[in-house]
């Protein structure tokens, strides 16, 4: 293994908007360590794409809502970083994993709530501070948000306040990390067609329609439209792009 690899972390990484840049990643030359939840024949399936690709890549278990674990994830990396790469650092952490949730503000229970936390804010927030000792300095950061966070539409309201978190965590990330080179920006897709939520872009015609009608480029997204953004972001060309809220959405409710 070449010692110039670079390695990404992709949460997520098995399908939808994580395996779209794992597989985006692995065309520019950087490998990856993919994280499941339970489909561990879905993300064996991406990492064939990404050796198909000419990268290198390894599927590692993950519930990123279970943060008492993060610490033995941390060490799984370590191990995997050994054995596979011979190094002990990685260069990229993408924070893409998470659950959809629709409820009107009247309608969320508490525990609703507490689910949402757990994965969207609490899961991201834990497992980047225990992946903060093996990230390379002068590595990057790229939490994924929403474009909900800009624009508003009912039923969002408990997904996209944690997703604003998420954001004010990116701009504390690039400040505290800065002394070491480690870059950190947000990631905001617009409404994209692939299973999130049940499909409910991607299989409803009507939302489908609508969002497209109140998007100036006249569509709904694909996931091709991110996974290669995040992979751009993350190269050479874009170094000095810091803390910044990078919304990819096709200038959706302008």
Known sequence: MPESS?????????????????????????????????????????????????????????DVGQTGRVGDFADEVKRALADRWNRDRFDFLVNNAGTSHFGKIGDVTEADFDDIVAVQL???????????????????????????????TPGFAAYAMMKGGIEVFTRYLAKELGSRGISANTVAPG?????????????????????ADTTALGRVGVA?????????????????????????SGGASL
């Not at 300095?137 to 939490?143: K, L, S």
């Not at 993350?234 to 910044?244: K, M, P, S, T």
Request: net charge neutral; no cysteine.
């Open 6 to 62: 670079r390695i990404a972390i992709v949460t997520g990484g098995s399908r939808g908007l994580g395996r779209n840049t794992v597989i985006a990643l692995a065309r520019t030359g950087v490998d990856s360590i993919v994280t499941y939840h339970s489909n561990k024949d879905e993300a064996d399936a991406t990492v064939r794409e990404v050796e198909a690709a000419g990268a290198n890549g390894i599927a590692l278990q993950l």
């Open 122 to 152: 609490k899961g991201a927030f834990f497992l980047t501070q225990a992946l903060l000792p093996l990230i390379a300095d002068g590595g990057r950061i790229v939490n994924v948000s929403s474009g909900l966070t800009r624009f508003s």
């Open 191 to 211: 409404a994209i067609a692939t299973d999130f939520a049940g499909g409910m872009v991607r299989d409803n015609p009507q939302m489908n329609k609508m969002i």
């Open 224 to 248: 091709d439209d991110v996974g290669p953004m995040i992979a751009a972001l993350l190269g050479d060309a874009n170094r000095w792009v810091n803390a910044q809220r990078i919304e990819v």
